[in-house]
């Protein structure tokens, strides 16, 4: 099930984001977890952003946090996430999140979605494979110095 998230949802959303950085292969933090958690309350409180919660048999499984704004060079406005991470084992729950995100969007009507993977655990491209059979297209890239490239001298 998808819903929205709630201050209940704090603990299991940042467990579930430090996990997947633990995993990923950019980033090497800890989570503040009072930053977190202002930003997840702000998520949840602040109309230009939403936070959406995949929940299996009442366990939170994944999150995503959305923000939509204007580009800094026009008044069109734009969507994308702060953050999107499912438990691997819920990978599944992803597609669900992906389309709750598009639909808010669209209530929105916002049209232009960009969306990016920074983590690097997707070395099957399942992930941009899923959002190009939602309409996006790759259009470019990041760019980062992994936590293996960090570490060297």
Same mark, same amino acid.
Not at 13 to 38: C, L, P, W
Not at 111 to 116: A, E, F, S, V, W
């Given at each position: 099930?998808?819903?929205?998230?709630?201050? $209940?949802?704090?603990?299991?959303?940042?467990?579930?984001?430090?996990?997947?950085?633990?995993? !990923?292969?950019?980033?090497?933090?800890?989570?503040?977890?009072?930053?977190?958690?202002?930003?997840?309350?702000?998520?949840?409180?602040?109309?230009?952003?939403? /936070?959406?919660?995949?929940?299996?048999?009442?366990?939170?499984? @994944?999150?995503?946090?959305?923000?939509?704004?204007?580009?800094?060079?026009?008044? !069109?406005?734009?969507?994308?996430?702060?953050?999107?991470?499912?438990?691997?084992?819920?990978?599944?729950? @992803?597609?669900?999140? /992906?389309?709750?995100?598009?639909?808010?969007?669209?209530? /929105?009507?916002?049209?232009?979605?960009?969306?990016?993977? !920074?983590? @690097?655990?997707?070395?099957?491209?399942?992930?941009?494979?899923?959002?190009?059979?939602?309409? /996006?297209?790759?259009?470019?890239?990041?760019?980062?110095?992994?936590?293996?490239?960090? $570490?060297?001298?």
């Amino acid at each position: 099930m998808i819903r929205n998230g709630t201050h $209940a949802d704090i603990p299991a959303i940042i467990r579930i984001g430090q996990r997947v950085i633990d995993a !990923s292969k950019t980033y090497d933090d800890v989570i503040d977890k009072d930053k977190a958690a202002y930003m997840i309350r702000r998520a949840i409180n602040d109309r230009r952003m939403a /936070l959406f919660v995949a929940e299996k048999a009442g366990q939170v499984v @994944g999150f995503f946090i959305a923000i939509q704004d204007e580009h800094w060079f026009a008044k !069109s406005a734009y969507a994308t996430d702060l953050a999107f991470c499912v438990l691997p084992e819920h990978a599944e729950q @992803g597609v669900w999140l /992906l389309r709750r995100f598009i639909r808010w969007c669209r209530a /929105l009507n916002i049209k232009k979605i960009q969306l990016g993977l !920074s983590t @690097g655990m997707d070395p099957l491209g399942r992930t941009g494979q899923l959002y190009e059979a939602h309409g /996006l297209s790759n259009v470019g890239g990041i760019y980062a110095i992994t936590k293996t490239e960090a $570490a060297a001298p």
